[in-house]
Nanobody, 127 residues
Framework: QVQLVESGGGLVQAGGSLRLSCAASGRTFSMFTMGWFRQAPGKEREFVSAISYSGGSTYYANSVKGRFTISRDNAKNAVYLQLNNLEPEDTAVYYC????????????????????WGQGTQVTVSS
C-alpha cells in the first residue's frame, strides 16, 4: 500500500516556475515507477512525466519537454516535478501516481498502469 500526497501548486504568472512535491508512505516506494499526470477542466487526464524506480530513466510528454524536470529521492520517499517557463496551457490539477510495472514507455504514459494516486495539487498560470 502506498499513499501519495502532492504539494507545491499555486498561482503563477506565465514564464514563472513551481516545484511540485509528492510525498509517499510505505517502505516499498523505491520499487515503484512514479508518474505525474494533469487534468484541466473539461479535459481528460493526460500524462506529463514519469521516472523509473531507480531514477535512471525519465520520460516527458512533448508539451512539457525542455520545461519540466522530474526527479526522485528514494531515501526521502519523494518525487518532484520542477515546472519552468510555465504557460497558461499548463493550468490543471497535477497528480502523482505510483505504478508497480516495470519501465516501458507504453506503460508509463497510461493512467491505467498506475495503482496509487494522490489527491492532486492545483497549478494555475495566468497570462
Amino acid at each position: 500500500q502506498v499513499q501519495l500526497v502532492e504539494s507545491g501548486g499555486g498561482l503563477v504568472q506565465a514564464g514563472g516556475s513551481l516545484r511540485l512535491s509528492c510525498a509517499a508512505s510505505g517502505r516499498t516506494f523505491s520499487m515503484f515507477t512514479m508518474g505525474w499526470f494533469r487534468q484541466a477542466p473539461g479535459k481528460e487526464r493526460e500524462f506529463v512525466s514519469a521516472i523509473s524506480y531507480s531514477g535512471g530513466s525519465t520520460y516527458y510528454a512533448n508539451s512539457v519537454k525542455g520545461r519540466f524536470t522530474i526527479s526522485r529521492d528514494n531515501a526521502k520517499n519523494a518525487v518532484y516535478l520542477q515546472l519552468n517557463n510555465l504557460e497558461p496551457e499548463d493550468t490543471a490539477v497535477y497528480y502523482c501516481a505510483a505504478s508497480p510495472l516495470v519501465w516501458a514507455i507504453a506503460a508509463v504514459t497510461t493512467p491505467l498502469s498506475y495503482r496509487y494516486w494522490g489527491q492532486g495539487t492545483q497549478v494555475t498560470v495566468s497570462s
